[in-house]
């Protein structure tokens, strides 16, 4: 019996309630649920019976762990640390909501004591990997079609797209930095940065140039501690296989200036476009013919019953199973985390953060 704990009865459990559902063999899994909040447990059963309830995460955890036990943590970033660590000390795997946790030391040490016991510590900042876009992506690339690739822009600026403000205005805690670990960098930028990592796999980064500003509107609330960032901007470079890459980054929830998205990889013989989110499912490779730019375009929907929705709970599961998967755990997790946090150490200093994977930092 393979067994899911997922301490949050919000809606981010419900969505991980629905993924584990679409998994094989369910008459071989449980569900339990935590949450200390009786009206968001009781909704939570009432739309899944099945599952077990608990008003204490502690008290179910408290059973004896199975070797693939899994706990899911869909609870506010600032809890994710004494969350993560409880359940792998517990002897569980976990696999987390994102931002993974509120800053590097708490990342590096869940990593620690993972690899301690035995366990894979993951981040749900794995949603958009595996889409057949950006798997078409990744073909090109290793295809030469490009030739030498030298840049990457990956863009996306929003007018009014406030976590806590426009979009889920009654979490306010996502607008303070203390309960939140941070603003757009902490609720996109974790998927940006997993993409551009699965996409790229660099060997080390070099964030050489970041910035993050925060500004105003005239719907900035008041009465609430609102101290995160709406808009973020970086230079990145980019080391893999002996070549570098400079990366162009922007992403911004609040902006007064033009709103687009702009995703393109630039090579010596081509480039390609592609929204790794919601805007298109087209690939566009543009090259040259006969000193004429061409392009070609292919249309590369996500097909069948699992979406970008179940991919953390899938991709994790199969990773506990000891099956190939494009989860992001243990040291990957924690690279990509160390890029966020990059992003603010460099702009917080004006110092440039060399960033380095684990394979990269064991030959050093």
């Known amino acids: 019996m393979m067994r899911f704990y997922l301490i949050g009865a919000g809606v981010i459990a419900r969505s991980h309630a629905e993924a584990i559902r679409k998994l094989p063999d369910q008459e071989k899994i449980q569900v339990k649920v935590a949450d200390p909040n ?55 795997h976990v696999l987390c909501e994102k931002p993974l946790v509120m800053n590097g030391q708490e990342a590096q040490n869940l990593l620690e004591i993972a690899k301690q016991r035995g366990k894979l510590l993951g981040c749900c900042s794995d949603r958009f990997i595996g889409l057949p876009k950006t798997e078409e992506v990744k073909r090109l690339l290793e295809s030469q079609v490009l030739g030498d690739i030298y840049k990457v822009t990956f863009v996306y600026r929003g007018q009014r797209s406030r976590p806590g403000v426009e979009y889920q205005p009654e979490s306010q805690w996502f607008l303070d930095r203390s309960k939140s670990g941070g603003g757009i960098v902490m609720d996109w930028g974790p998927y940006d940065i997993a993409i551009l990592n699965d996409v790229l796999k660099p060997s080390s980064i070099d964030i050489t140039s970041a910035w993050v500003s925060k500004p105003e509107t005239e719907a900035d609330p008041s009465d609430v501690v609102y101290d995160v960032e709406g808009h973020v901007g970086a230079m990145m470079k980019y080391h893999l296989d002996g070549k570098t890459v400079w990366v162009q980054y922007e992403r911004a929830s609040c902006t007064h200036g033009k709103p687009y998205h702009h995703v393109e990889i630039e090579g010596t013989r081509g480039a390609l476009e592609w929204s790794p989110y919601f805007e298109s499912d087209k690939v566009v490779l543009s090259f040259d013919k006969n000193g004429e730019v061409v392009t070609e375009e292919k249309e590369l929907p996500n097909q069948g019953e699992i979406g970008f929705m179940d991919h953390p709970v899938h991709y994790f599961y199969q990773s506990v199973r000891g099956e190939e998967s494009p989860a992001l755990v243990n040291e990957q997790t924690l690279f990509n985390f160390s890029c966020l946090q990059g992003l603010y150490d460099c702009a917080e200093t004006g110092i440039v953060q060399k960033l380095a994977t684990a394979e990269k930092a064991a030959t050093n």
């Open 38 to 92: 009786s009206k968001a447990l009781n909704e939570f059963l009432q739309h899944y019976p099945d599952a077990l309830g608990f008003s204490d995460a502690k008290e179910m955890l408290a059973e004896n762990a199975n070797e693939d036990d899994i706990v899911v943590i869909g609870t506010p970033p600032f809890t994710h640390y004494p969350l993560s660590r409880m359940s792998l000390e517990s002897g569980r």
